[in-house]
Protein backbone atom coordinates (compact mmCIF):
# COMPACT_ATOMS: atom_id res chain seq x y z
CA UNK A 1 0.00 0.00 0.00
CA UNK A 2 1.44 3.23 -1.15
CA UNK A 3 1.48 6.33 0.61
CA UNK A 4 -0.78 9.35 -0.19
CA UNK A 5 1.88 11.64 -1.03
CA UNK A 6 2.27 13.50 -3.72
CA UNK A 7 -0.98 13.75 -5.92
CA UNK A 8 -0.67 17.52 -4.98
CA UNK A 9 1.16 19.69 -7.81
CA UNK A 10 4.21 21.23 -6.62
CA UNK A 11 2.41 24.96 -6.52
CA UNK A 12 0.15 23.77 -4.16
CA UNK A 13 2.73 22.43 -1.87
CA UNK A 14 4.68 25.66 -2.11
CA UNK A 15 1.28 27.98 -1.25
CA UNK A 16 0.74 25.58 1.88
CA UNK A 17 4.11 26.02 2.52
CA UNK A 18 3.51 29.57 2.35
CA UNK A 19 0.41 29.87 4.60
CA UNK A 20 2.22 27.65 7.05
CA UNK A 21 5.33 29.76 7.42
CA UNK A 22 3.08 32.93 7.84
CA UNK A 23 1.24 31.52 10.30
CA UNK A 24 3.98 30.19 12.32
CA UNK A 25 5.70 33.67 11.91
CA UNK A 26 2.35 34.95 13.28
CA UNK A 27 2.11 33.01 16.59
CA UNK A 28 5.98 34.26 17.20
CA UNK A 29 5.84 37.63 16.64
CA UNK A 30 2.62 37.67 18.83
CA UNK A 31 4.87 36.19 21.69
CA UNK A 32 7.70 38.16 20.54
CA UNK A 33 5.75 40.90 21.76
CA UNK A 34 5.22 40.58 25.31
CA UNK A 35 9.01 39.40 25.36
CA UNK A 36 10.24 42.35 24.59
CA UNK A 37 8.64 44.56 26.37
CA UNK A 38 9.56 42.95 29.92
CA UNK A 39 12.95 41.78 28.43
CA UNK A 40 14.89 43.10 31.39
CA UNK A 41 12.45 40.56 33.79
CA UNK A 42 13.20 37.81 31.64
CA UNK A 43 16.91 38.97 31.67
CA UNK A 44 16.92 39.18 35.14
CA UNK A 45 15.39 35.19 35.47
CA UNK A 46 16.76 33.35 32.41
CA UNK A 47 20.24 34.71 32.22
CA UNK A 48 21.48 35.78 35.42
CA UNK A 49 20.76 32.54 36.62
CA UNK A 50 23.20 30.55 34.89
CA UNK A 51 26.17 32.96 36.37
CA UNK A 52 24.41 31.86 40.17
CA UNK A 53 27.04 29.45 41.58
CA UNK A 54 30.13 31.30 39.88
CA UNK A 55 32.76 32.45 42.04
CA UNK A 56 34.13 35.09 40.98
CA UNK A 57 30.79 35.88 39.92
CA UNK A 58 30.94 38.00 36.40
CA UNK A 59 29.62 40.70 35.48
CA UNK A 60 28.02 41.59 32.56
CA UNK A 61 29.19 44.97 30.30
CA UNK A 62 28.03 46.16 26.66
CA UNK A 63 30.49 47.98 24.73
CA UNK A 64 28.77 49.25 21.70
CA UNK A 65 26.17 51.99 22.32
CA UNK A 66 23.20 49.68 20.88
CA UNK A 67 23.93 46.54 22.24
CA UNK A 68 21.13 46.88 25.24
CA UNK A 69 18.50 47.64 22.33
CA UNK A 70 20.30 44.19 20.14
CA UNK A 71 20.06 42.37 23.44
CA UNK A 72 16.41 43.11 23.90
CA UNK A 73 15.62 42.27 20.48
CA UNK A 74 17.10 38.65 20.45
CA UNK A 75 15.55 38.31 24.03
CA UNK A 76 11.79 38.96 22.28
CA UNK A 77 12.67 36.96 19.20
CA UNK A 78 13.91 33.62 21.34
CA UNK A 79 10.92 34.51 23.75
CA UNK A 80 8.18 34.17 20.70
CA UNK A 81 10.04 31.20 19.61
CA UNK A 82 9.95 29.59 23.06
CA UNK A 83 6.60 30.90 23.67
CA UNK A 84 4.56 29.71 20.03
CA UNK A 85 6.48 26.39 20.26
CA UNK A 86 2.85 24.53 20.15
CA UNK A 87 1.56 26.30 17.06
CA UNK A 88 5.32 26.09 15.35
CA UNK A 89 5.05 22.36 15.93
CA UNK A 90 1.26 22.30 14.90
CA UNK A 91 2.46 24.03 11.48
CA UNK A 92 4.97 21.55 10.71
CA UNK A 93 3.26 18.52 11.82
CA UNK A 94 -0.07 19.39 9.46
CA UNK A 95 2.72 20.58 6.34
CA UNK A 96 3.98 16.44 6.83
CA UNK A 97 0.14 15.33 7.25
CA UNK A 98 -0.38 14.64 3.42
CA UNK A 99 2.13 12.03 3.42
CA UNK A 100 0.38 10.02 6.39
CA UNK A 101 -2.46 7.41 5.82
CA UNK A 102 -5.67 8.65 7.16
CA UNK A 103 -5.62 6.91 10.73
CA UNK A 104 -2.08 8.24 10.92
CA UNK A 105 -3.25 11.73 10.80
CA UNK A 106 -5.22 11.04 14.00
CA UNK A 107 -1.47 11.47 16.05
CA UNK A 108 -0.54 15.02 14.66
CA UNK A 109 -1.77 16.24 18.33
CA UNK A 110 -0.26 14.16 20.33
CA UNK A 111 3.08 14.53 18.22
CA UNK A 112 2.67 18.22 18.47
CA UNK A 113 2.85 17.82 22.14
CA UNK A 114 5.09 15.42 22.12
CA UNK A 115 7.69 17.62 20.52
CA UNK A 116 6.76 20.21 22.68
CA UNK A 117 7.81 18.82 25.85
CA UNK A 118 10.44 16.85 24.71
CA UNK A 119 11.95 20.79 23.58
CA UNK A 120 10.71 22.06 26.58
CA UNK A 121 12.88 19.23 28.65
CA UNK A 122 15.48 19.84 26.88
CA UNK A 123 15.55 23.85 27.52
CA UNK A 124 14.98 23.05 31.43
CA UNK A 125 17.93 20.01 31.39
CA UNK A 126 19.98 23.30 29.98
CA UNK A 127 19.10 25.33 32.87
CA UNK A 128 19.83 22.39 34.92
CA UNK A 129 23.87 22.30 33.06
CA UNK A 130 24.25 25.88 32.68
CA UNK A 131 25.36 27.46 35.88
CA UNK A 132 27.87 23.91 36.02
CA UNK A 133 29.76 25.30 32.46
CA UNK A 134 29.35 29.17 33.27
CA UNK A 135 31.37 28.42 36.68
CA UNK A 136 34.13 26.40 34.85
CA UNK A 137 34.25 29.17 32.62
CA UNK A 138 34.33 32.10 35.14
CA UNK A 139 37.07 30.51 37.21
CA UNK A 140 39.32 29.29 34.60
CA UNK A 141 41.23 32.46 34.73
CA UNK A 142 40.54 32.98 38.57
CA UNK A 143 43.04 35.27 39.91
CA UNK A 144 44.87 36.40 36.47
CA UNK A 145 41.69 37.17 34.74
CA UNK A 146 38.92 39.33 35.85
CA UNK A 147 35.57 37.33 34.68
CA UNK A 148 33.80 40.49 32.57
CA UNK A 149 31.64 39.10 30.12
CA UNK A 150 30.59 41.24 27.06
CA UNK A 151 26.81 40.60 27.48
CA UNK A 152 26.18 40.28 23.65
CA UNK A 153 28.55 37.39 23.79
CA UNK A 154 27.31 36.01 26.60
CA UNK A 155 23.23 36.20 25.90
CA UNK A 156 24.66 34.52 22.23
CA UNK A 157 26.30 31.88 24.46
CA UNK A 158 23.03 31.29 26.46
CA UNK A 159 20.94 31.00 23.97
CA UNK A 160 23.04 28.38 21.58
CA UNK A 161 22.88 26.04 24.75
CA UNK A 162 19.32 26.62 25.54
CA UNK A 163 17.94 26.27 22.06
CA UNK A 164 20.35 23.10 20.89
CA UNK A 165 19.11 21.61 24.01
CA UNK A 166 15.71 22.51 23.13
CA UNK A 167 16.51 20.84 19.57
CA UNK A 168 18.50 17.83 20.41
CA UNK A 169 15.77 16.60 22.74
CA UNK A 170 13.57 16.41 19.79
CA UNK A 171 15.75 13.65 18.84
CA UNK A 172 12.76 10.91 19.91
CA UNK A 173 9.90 12.76 18.52
CA UNK A 174 11.88 12.85 14.81
CA UNK A 175 12.94 9.20 14.61
CA UNK A 176 9.30 8.32 15.38
CA UNK A 177 7.99 10.65 12.45
CA UNK A 178 10.28 9.18 9.82
CA UNK A 179 9.97 5.72 10.85
CA UNK A 180 6.40 6.39 10.31
CA UNK A 181 7.10 7.98 7.49
CA UNK A 182 9.41 5.12 6.48
CA UNK A 183 12.50 7.01 5.95
CA UNK A 184 14.42 5.36 8.22
CA UNK A 185 13.93 1.57 10.62
CA UNK A 186 15.04 0.98 13.77
CA UNK A 187 17.56 -1.11 12.21
CA UNK A 188 19.49 1.43 10.44
CA UNK A 189 20.10 3.47 13.31
CA UNK A 190 21.43 0.42 15.54
CA UNK A 191 23.63 -0.53 12.56
CA UNK A 192 25.03 3.24 12.96
CA UNK A 193 25.05 3.58 15.99
CA UNK A 194 28.93 4.05 16.28
CA UNK A 195 29.08 6.68 13.83
CA UNK A 196 25.99 8.18 15.89
CA UNK A 197 28.10 8.39 19.10
CA UNK A 198 31.60 9.62 17.05
CA UNK A 199 29.12 12.64 15.80
CA UNK A 200 27.53 13.09 19.24
CA UNK A 201 31.17 13.75 20.89
CA UNK A 202 31.86 15.97 17.95
CA UNK A 203 28.74 18.22 18.71
CA UNK A 204 29.36 18.18 22.14
CA UNK A 205 32.83 19.27 21.70
CA UNK A 206 31.75 22.18 19.86
CA UNK A 207 28.31 23.10 22.01
CA UNK A 208 30.43 23.10 25.67
CA UNK A 209 33.21 24.80 27.32
CA UNK A 210 36.26 22.61 26.00
CA UNK A 211 36.78 20.26 28.86
CA UNK A 212 35.84 16.95 28.84
CA UNK A 213 33.32 17.21 31.89
CA UNK A 214 31.49 19.38 29.76
CA UNK A 215 31.37 17.17 26.87
CA UNK A 216 30.26 14.32 28.49
CA UNK A 217 27.43 15.89 29.94
CA UNK A 218 26.06 16.95 27.11
CA UNK A 219 27.30 13.88 25.61
CA UNK A 220 25.64 11.21 27.62
CA UNK A 221 21.96 12.73 27.10
CA UNK A 222 22.25 12.51 23.62
CA UNK A 223 23.23 9.01 23.93
CA UNK A 224 20.23 8.05 26.18
CA UNK A 225 18.44 9.92 23.26
CA UNK A 226 19.67 8.22 20.25
CA UNK A 227 18.53 4.45 22.40
CA UNK A 228 15.24 6.12 22.97
CA UNK A 229 15.08 7.10 19.40
CA UNK A 230 15.67 3.71 18.68
CA UNK A 231 12.47 2.35 20.43
CA UNK A 232 10.24 5.36 18.96
CA UNK A 233 11.56 4.46 15.96
CA UNK A 234 10.23 0.88 16.11
CA UNK A 235 6.86 1.42 17.76
CA UNK A 236 6.14 4.08 14.70
CA UNK A 237 7.51 0.94 12.21
CA UNK A 238 5.38 -1.58 13.94
CA UNK A 239 2.42 0.64 13.69
CA UNK A 240 2.78 1.06 10.29
CA UNK A 241 -0.08 -0.36 7.80
Known sequence: ?????????????????????????GAVIVFAIPSGIYWRKI?????????????????L????PG???VISMKIAI???????LPVLFYQLWKFVAPGLYKHEKKII???????????????????LVLPYFVKFL????????DPFFKASDYINFIMTMVLSFG????????????????IITPQFLIKNIRYAIVLIFVVAAILTPPDIISQCVMAAPLIILYGMSILTAHWGQRKKT
Open 1 to 25: MTRPSAEMPILDHLEELRWRIIKAL
Open 138 to 145: AEYGAGVL
Open 109 to 127: LPTVLASTFCFLLGVSFAY
Open 78 to 84: VGGIIGA
Open 67 to 69: EAV
Open 61 to 64: IFTT
Open 167 to 182: AIFELPVVAFALAKLG
Open 43 to 59: FDLALVYPMSIANPRPR
